[in-house]
């Protein structure tokens, strides 16, 4: 495991990593698409690629998005990223300037506030709901913003089986956030990772589907369908954001980021499997997903809440009014379990929540965490 991001502790139920677990990775077809992407001498994966990447992936995730999102998309429309994380790293250089106000919803993808971070913006937070982001509250803030002379820039939201929450943006909060977006002229950068793995029905509409043009730059990955080390991902923008996008210093110097990767996804789309791949993985984390929800039902004490999530690969559970995530952790990890605090996710300090992903552990390990979770909460509640 040398070298890995997140290495589990013996021991502890690590129901931190929000990642695919390695042992459903496609090993055998990537091994495979990398044969084919340099197969009979072929080279096009080796030299320098095209700044807005592989023309094949581009046409493939075309087709791929008219087949889920009933939704045609000119290739002028796609570029092809190094995934979500470096996407928008490279949104924020290309479409903010430093001292520009940038909203986040909150809590949010703990890792996307570093992101912001680099880039001396004004982080500003809108809160979530059971129902997503608060549009009412955004409208309020863009408001005063407007009054005094400013505006926001950006916002970063993740409206479809967000992390942490696992929350889904309504459909009435959908329309009118990009109705205000239209209206403040401001960008929304929406992060649809996991847009592919829906449990339940159907995802809703992406705000990119549904916005007017050039509102909405939408982030779509590989790294929870095909394998993060990929690292090989997507932004759909109009065609000249697009061309924006890919005309940074850095990528006209060297190309796509990902070129390597790129092509071998492209041979791994062009191979076919793709469509059942998702099939196997939404039937996978599904059981993972029921499972967990079903064992913290029956060992969480009376006050904890949580919502099933219809997709991705987090439950936020609330816990009982006065307890805190952070004063919990050290002595969940005592019982053999572990999660990440809400204060983690938050700027404000709020910290009475926490996140448990299911996406790494089968069943049974799972149920065992949720079980050590509840005879951790019995034990923390006991000493206070
Ligand atoms: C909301 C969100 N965005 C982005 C990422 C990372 O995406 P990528 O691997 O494509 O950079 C993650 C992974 O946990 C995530 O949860």
Redesign the pocket.
Known sequence: MDGVQNVPRAGIIELVF??PDPALLPVTEIRRACAAALDGGRTAALPYGANEGPPELRRLIAARIAATEDRKVPEGEIAITG????AFDQVLTRFTTPGDTVLVELPT?I??LGIVRDHHVDLEAVPVDDDGLDVVVLERILDALALAGRRARLLYT?PTFQ?PTGTCLSAARRRRLVELAAAHDLLIVE?D??RELVYDGVAPPSLWSIAPVATVLRLG?F??TIA?GL?V?WLNGSATQVEHFAAAGFVDSGGCPSHFSASVVACYLEGGGYPARVERLRSEYRARRDALAAALTEHLPPGSSFVVPGGGFFIWVTLPEGLTASALLPVAERHGVSFVPAAQAMLNGDDGALRLAFSMYPPAQLAEGAKRLGAALGSFSAGR
């Not at 995934?83 to 470096?86: A, I, Q, T, Y």
């Open positions: 929000g990642e995934g979500n994380s470096l993808y890792l996307a993740i992390n992060d990772v996991y990955s790294a929870k993060p690292r991902g």
